[in-house]
């Protein structure tokens, strides 16, 4: 079975404070994406990555980056958090080609206060 | 740009009583359409997915959809629904390249 992990399931911060949101897939997919989940707005793609060191900027970027050093790590990262970055982040995976199935990990609830 | 609506935010349905969740999305082409699952406190989980071929698509779980070009639609229905089947439902779309687009979501309870 594919497994998609994240760090933390939930996580608090305070305002101000930089934020690491790590995913690591163990399916040797190449793409990696993250997303973050409010109520009534569905999922929103933040960033996503095809290969290692590349990143393309989803629909909502601003406030975030992303790493990925290795193929199977995709990092998500929150400079300076704010509390309208309070949210549900979700990592998933797909392996190469066009819309293919992507496999979701649990998710990370994150409060910054 | 694509999009995804899901008209009902929440659904409530008997246990044993038939279920249809409405799904409609803006797509120029011919569109890449997935139903996911989320049960609480669990990531996303792949129902079904329709690219080509028979538009009426067979899942897990007892799931299927119908893809209707003519009404832009992908409805997820089941017959007969289970207590268990009480979770979170996207809809999604995807086009060119690797990018899905989901609608907001509709949460479906159960009675008893």
């Known amino acids: 079975d594919v497994k998609v992990t994240q760090s933390s399931r939930y996580l608090v911060k305070r305002t101000g404070e930089k934020v690491f949101l790590e995913c690591v897939q163990d399916?040797?997919?190449?793409?990696m994406f993250w997303y973050r989940q409010d109520p009534g707005l569905g999922l929103r793609l933040i960033y996503f990555?095809?290969?290692?060191?590349?990143?393309e900027k989803g629909d909502i970027p601003e406030g975030y980056s992303v790493s990925r050093e290795k193929k199977e790590r995709f990092s998500l990262i929150l400079e300076s958090a704010s509390t309208n970055q309070t949210s549900m982040y979700l990592c998933?995976?797909?392996?190469?080609?066009?819309?293919?199935?992507?496999?979701f990990g649990p998710g990370t609830r994150l409060t910054v206060l | 740009a694509q999009s995804v609506t899901q008209p009902d935010i929440h659904i409530t349905v008997s246990e044993g009583a038939s279920l249809e969740l409405r799904c409609n999305y803006s797509?120029?082409?011919?569109?890449?359409l997935f139903w996911y699952v989320q049960s609480p406190g669990q990531g996303l989980q792949l129902l079904l997915k329709?690219?080509?071929?028979?538009?009426l698509v067979q899942g897990i779980k007892g799931f299927e959809a119908e893809f209707k070009r003519s009404q832009s639609s992908f409805n997820l229905r089941k017959p007969s629904v289970h207590w268990s089947d009480a979770a979170e439902y996207f809809c999604?779309?995807?086009?060119?390249?690797?990018?899905?687009?989901f609608g907001g979501g509709t949460r479906l309870m159960v009675k008893p």
């Open positions: 990555s095809y290969d290692v060191k590349m990143k």
């Open positions: 797509y120029g082409a011919t569109p890449y």
């Open positions: 399916m040797d997919h190449e793409n």
């Open positions: 999604a779309v995807g086009g060119a390249g690797n990018m899905l687009t």
């Open positions: 329709y690219f080509s071929g028979d538009t």
């Open positions: 998933a995976s797909s392996p190469l080609g066009i819309n293919n199935e992507q496999f």
